[in-house]
């Protein structure tokens, strides 16, 4: 994986884990081919305007992802914002407001799902305890492995 250049015609990075090319075109809209993995993203504010769609989308499918999660581990939260880490996928607040950095949509779904339902464990205990490993065991029985990924794939962090 290399880090975008300044001119992203061409540069191929990760969404949902599957390879995903962006062509700069002339228009005002952004478009997502999903079956050819090509975003056709306009010339003006390419990379700002990117990154607005990039949150955007993450913000929709987190939020899904978080409700149907939190329903099957009979848990609740208040919140699901979007932000902008570079150096946290997810976190959980005290009063169970979860963030998530729009650069996780780099990642593979089930590493996604891996996160959330971390996260939601984090309304049941607000540590890193065995019980709280136990509860996201619970939902991914290979969560080491899954959280060895995210490690192992940090560089992801830096792309835009």
Not at 33 to 52: F, M, Q, T, Y
Not at 82 to 102: E, H, M, P, Q, V
Not at 108 to 132: D, G, M, Q
Request: aromatic share 12%; hydrophobic share 40%.
């Amino acid at each position: 994986m290399q880090l975008p250049p300044e001119n992203l015609d061409g540069y191929t990075f990760l969404l949902l884990g599957a390879k995903c090319q962006i062509r700069l075109v002339d228009g005002r809209n952004i478009t997502f081919d999903e079956g050819a993995g090509i975003i056709g993203l306009p010339r003006k504010n390419a990379r700002d305007r990117l990154v607005k769609w990039l949150k955007e989308n993450a913000k929709r499918i987190f939020t899904i992802v978080t409700e149907r999660k939190a329903a099957e581990m009979q848990t609740s939260f208040h919140s699901v914002t979007i932000t902008s880490a570079k150096s946290k996928w997810g976190s959980c607040s005290y009063d169970n407001k979860l963030r998530y950095t729009f650069r996780l949509l780099y990642a593979p779904k089930e590493i996604i799902e891996y996160v959330v339902v971390h996260e939601l464990a984090h309304t049941k205990h607000k540590n890193h305890s065995p019980r709280f490993w136990a509860e996201v065991a619970k939902y991914v029985p290979d969560w080491k492995t899954k959280r060895q990924w995210l490690k192992t794939n940090g560089i992801l962090m830096e792309i835009f």
